[in-house]
């Protein structure tokens, strides 16, 4: 296993020098007009021995052996590139990993990123887990004034699956909360999981947040998650991640085409 891992540490360093990573598009589509209102930039790696690998085996390898912060600074700046060239209303979310948040120099390779690309501030969002918040130190209110001072958003991402950090949410940090996609497939047969949502949306209302709700694979959820109130919709059911051609597509199409349902 210890010889498997020295391995996978070097093809995913070869990786990300030779090209072999891409990022793929997720559309968030507007839950009232079902118009495409941005995307989710996430990484993939396509291995040329092993096809795909998972991003939930190599992110993790990448935190460990510190190459995560050049992984998502490449990864920032490819999403970032590509998005300036979409109508303006169109944002682009990039996840944050909370070892690049722990990163002092965060702050101004994102600042550098969006001035080489010149994508408008307002147009990123970076997404972050309540797992920046287990450190419960300055660096974390630090780290979110320095973010915000640079004029982009922040969500909380997957809210709801871990140490649900409430306290952070009356301090107006974040514009957006995104209720994780188990709540949402569950809300079909679990009542409980509707109340859950419900209270997520209105605590979300009452700090002024928007609320995307993620994981929407079929019609039902969709009118579900609208009529809970949920402002975003994210999910299999307007398609799943694309290249950028196909995300391109679907933006010059105007409005989202459902995929499925």
């Known amino acids: 296993a210890a010889r498997q891992r020295q391995l996978m540490e070097s093809d995913l360093r070869v990786a990300l020098e030779k090209g072999q990573l891409r990022v793929v598009y997720q559309p968030q589509v507007d839950a009232s007009s079902e118009a495409v209102t941005g995307f989710e930039a996430l990484v993939r790696w396509d291995h040329p021995e092993h096809g795909p690998v998972s991003p939930a085996v190599f992110i993790p390898l990448a935190e460990e052996i510190r190459l995560i912060d050049e992984i998502g600074e490449w990864v920032l700046r490819t999403a970032c590139a590509e998005a300036v060239k979409w109508p303006p209303h169109i944002s682009v979310a990039v996840n944050l990993s909370p070892v690049q948040f722990k990163s002092p120099a965060l702050p101004s390779v994102v600042r550098m990123v969006l001035g080489d690309t010149e994508l408008a501030a307002k147009r990123l969002e970076l997404e972050i887990t309540e797992g920046v918040f287990l450190s419960n130190d300055d660096h974390v209110h630090e780290m979110i004034a320095a973010l915000k001072k640079i004029g982009l958003k922040l969500a909380l991402d997957d809210f709801g699956t871990g140490y649900s950090s409430i306290g952070y949410l009356n301090k107006a940090v974040f514009h957006k909360l995104k209720i994780d996609g188990s709540f949402v497939r569950e809300a079909s047969s679990r009542p409980e999981n509707v109340a859950i949502i419900q209270s997520i949306v209105q605590l979300a209302k009452s ?22 109130g949920c402002d975003t919709i994210q999910g299999y059911l307007f398609g799943r991640p694309l290249s950028y051609d196909r995300a391109n597509q679907m933006v010059l199409g105007l409005g989202a085409k459902r995929m499925a349902g």
């Open 207 to 228: 700090f002024r947040m928007s609320v995307t709700a993620e994981g929407v694979e079929t019609a039902e959820d969709f009118e579900r998650m609208r009529d809970l």
